[in-house]
């Protein structure tokens, strides 16, 4: 299982982006999904999680600026992040929580992390 971040960048203070994390790989099922960040010198920590059936759980830092999402078709998470501040900067690294098969057959369950992809904002 491979996840796959992309949408980072460089915006201002106020801006907006949105994050998207492809899974790819021998899927049987994908149960839940999460962002997460982490910030040089400190422990990675919670932004945002959806299950399977689109039940959502923010961070309380996210405070109705963030909107995670999912397209199960797609195997793919999305965080749409509004009203970025400069505190948001950090790496956001997105997980997935899966059933999957290996190349013999066997099923595995297993929690998997995108790259990373770096958020920057600019006051």
């Known amino acids: 299982v491979q996840l796959q971040a992309s949408g980072g960048g460089l915006v201002q203070d106020g801006g907006s982006l949105r994050l998207s994390c492809a899974v790819t790989?021998?899927?049987?099922?994908?149960?839940?999904m999460g962002w997460y960040r982490q910030v040089p010198g400190k422990q990675r920590e919670l932004v945002a999680t959806?299950?399977?059936?689109?039940?959502?759980n923010y961070a309380d830092f996210v405070r109705g600026r963030f909107t995670i999402s999912r397209d199960n078709a797609k195997n793919t998470v999305y965080l749409q992040m509004n009203g970025l501040e400069p505190e948001d900067t950090a790496v956001y690294y997105c997980?997935?929580?899966?059933?999957?098969?290996?190349?013999?057959?066997?099923?595995?369950?297993?929690?998997?992390w995108g790259q990373g992809t770096l958020v920057t904002v600019s006051s």
């Open positions: 959806i299950t399977n059936d689109g039940s959502t």
């Open positions: 790989g021998r899927i049987l099922r994908i149960n839940d």
């Open positions: 997980n997935a929580d899966s059933l999957s098969t290996l190349p013999a057959g066997e099923i595995v369950a297993g929690r998997d």
